[in-house]
């Protein structure tokens, strides 16, 4: 047995040595810094106390790290995974409650058992099929909704709790006149403070330079109306338990199904991402195994849903790490920083807290790539669009289902709709070789009793319609028996489409004529060779070449019509 595909850690366990652990503890520290303030915030965002940010960010990367296969990919909790939480756990309990926290647990449990299944069936490809788009929407309609969350603290207006997007508008606007200003002097002081030091000072953690100053800003205050975070506890996760009874995993399984899609797609994307500069292989089922694991391992201490971080990976794989140590080393070093700074928490105003996520939320709006989108393709804005407005007038769960469905219906749009060029014999001028052209591009003659076309995109049950459409239109429009399949362009032929090319066949065959194929990649003709499709045609229909098709067909053709015919573009014609 190989226990390497048990226990992925065992490859890069011997890549280890002093100048890689030294690389992976600098990045580590400096990971370590920038999560602090982020697991607060991200956990404000879920509706979960402030450290079960923090024990997010010290269980998760470590079993991710341990089991996936990204070198550089760091996890923890999300923004997007965040409120996609809160979105599905504040319909079944109130925020704050035990009650709470035990079914954002359950939920991580879920979601976690969800993507190990998808590992260990190896559907990691299938994050291929759902458009990057999809997330570009979502991201930019949950950054909107966490901005609008944060009003209330913010701006010191009293807002219900659970008030849809527009209704939470409604109310800050109808109660303008009761606007807290101290509060919002300490988001708008913490808000420049970050921008500032970021701008300045790029290296250093802007966040919580911005959460220092806004706690001495409200200390300055002492006003009554200023609410603190309160006190985190100085501890390691404690161990817990998610609720296992039935009732409630059949009412949770639709939203951490939601919850583990939009992991998986935020790990894969954001791990390709940074193998790209780094020309690491990433293996998809692996990390959806280590994304699972870590979910699952994480619920029962303390943890809520966690995926990979663009933010925290990108600056690991730009701090230098050169192994997944330096995700554990972050992990750890957090916990030892937690152990001495958590009583401060005791100081830092909600307030603070609401103008950091409203950067963090800003920084979730990717407007270089939604320009792109925008000019470069209608299908993909349409995608955008929907999953955008889906995002923040509907469900949460419901926005991501209908963006990957509909990225899934512009995908098989595309692909059922295959480029079917006709082409025809040409001779280059400057070799005197005669080659197939399209004919589209060069309108050179044609044979009037073979035509010669090439199917660029594979032969399955979504392509098959557009593909007899198109042999029927030269059988019945055109009046020709005969057709030439170049099947270069041909991945695959799966059942439906073999059965649909044999009917076509056998309408062409009792005129007389046939279709014919040359040039199909050998894994598609033993497949078809296997289902018998072969056997059903007559192996004489099929070529290795072009030339000893031309020959052979040229035999079967009408020899009344080549007698008058005037092209003659064969050799075989002039013969």
């Known amino acids: 047995m190989n226990l390497a595909a048990i226990f992925p850690f065992l490859r890069w366990i011997k890549l280890i040595n002093a ?45 991710a790290a341990l089991f996936g296969s990204s070198f550089h990919l760091v996890s923890g909790p999300t923004t997007a995974i965040s409120i996609v939480v809160f979105s599905a756990v504040s319909g079944h309990a109130e925020v704050g409650t035990p009650e709470y926290i035990n079914i954002a647990l359950t939920l991580t449990f879920l979601a976690g058992v969800y993507q190990l299944a998808f590992g260990l069936a190896r559907l990691g490809a299938l994050v291929n099929f759902v458009s990057h788009t999809v997330v570009i929407g979502f991201t930019a309609g949950a950054a909107i909704l966490i901005a609008t969350s944060q009003m209330k603290h913010i701006l010191g207006i009293e807002i219900p709790k659970g008030e849809s997007f527009l209704h939470t508008w409604m109310d800050v606007f109808m109660g ?139 600056v690991n794989f730009e701090a230098g790490a050169k192994t997944p140590m330096s995700a554990i080393f972050a992990a750890i070093t957090l916990a030892l920083v937690v152990m001495l700074v958590a009583p401060l928490a005791a100081f830092l105003p909600v307030a603070a807290m609401g103008g950091v996520i409203l950067l963090v939320a800003y920084n979730l709006i990717d407007f270089h790539h939604i320009g792109e989108i925008i000019r470069s393709s209608r299908s993909e804005t349409a995608i955008l669009a929907t999953t955008f407005f889906a995002t923040l007038f ?47 591009k060069k309108p050179v003659p044609q044979c009037p009793q073979l035509k010669v076309i090439r ?34 362009g041909i991945n695959f032929i799966d059942l439906a489409g073999a059965e649909a090319l044999l009917v076509e066949h056998r309408q062409l065959e009792k005129r007389g004529g046939g279709i014919y194929f040359v040039g199909l990649k050998p894994t598609v003709y033993e497949y078809i060779a296997r289902i018998g499709l072969v056997k059903k045609m007559g192996a004489d229909q099929f070529f290795d070449s072009k030339s000893n098709a031309i020959s052979e067909i040229y035999q079967r053709l009408d020899r009344k019509i080549c007698a008058t015919c005037n092209t003659q573009i064969f050799e075989e014609c002039k013969q």
């Open 19 to 63: 100048d890689t652990l030294k690389a992976d503890l600098i990045a580590g520290l400096t990971g370590a810094v920038i999560v602090l303030p982020q697991g607060v915030a991200f956990a404000t965002i879920a509706g979960l106390p402030p450290e079960y940010g923090l024990y997010t960010a010290m269980v998760t990367p470590i079993i």
């Open 176 to 314: 303008l006149g009761e606007i807290k200003y101290a509060l919002l002097v300490i988001a708008a002081a913490t808000l420049l403070t970050a921008l500032v030091v970021k701008k300045l000072l790029p290296g250093y953690p802007n966040l919580l330079f911005g959460m220092i100053v806004g706690s001495l800003i409200a200390i300055l205050f002492q006003d009554d109306s200023i609410r603190l975070v309160g006190e985190i506890p100085r501890h390691l996760p404690p161990p817990s338990s998610p609720e296992f009874s039935f009732s409630t995993i059949k009412a949770l399984a639709p939203e951490a199904f939601a919850v583990a899609l939009l992991g998986l797609i935020e790990a894969v994307s954001i791990s390709r991402a940074v193998a790209t500069k780094s020309n690491q292989r990433i293996d998809s089922n692996q990390e959806f195994i280590g994304q699972g694991l870590s979910n699952i391992v994480g619920s029962f201490f303390s943890s809520y849903a966690g995926s990979g971080s663009f933010t925290r990976s990108g």
């Open 394 to 440: 509907l469900e949460l769960e419901f926005a991501i289902y209908i963006g990957v469905l509909l990225s899934l219906v512009f995908f098989l749009a595309k692909t059922s709709t295959p480029y079917i060029p006709t082409l025809s014999l040409d001779t280059d001028p400057e070799t005197g070789k005669r080659t197939f052209v399209e004919i589209s």
């Open 455 to 488: 199917i660029d995109m594979s032969v399955y049950f979504g392509s098959i319609n557009h593909i007899q459409e198109r042999i029927r239109h030269i059988a019945d429009n055109e009046q020709i028996d005969h057709i030439l399949i170049i099947g270069s």
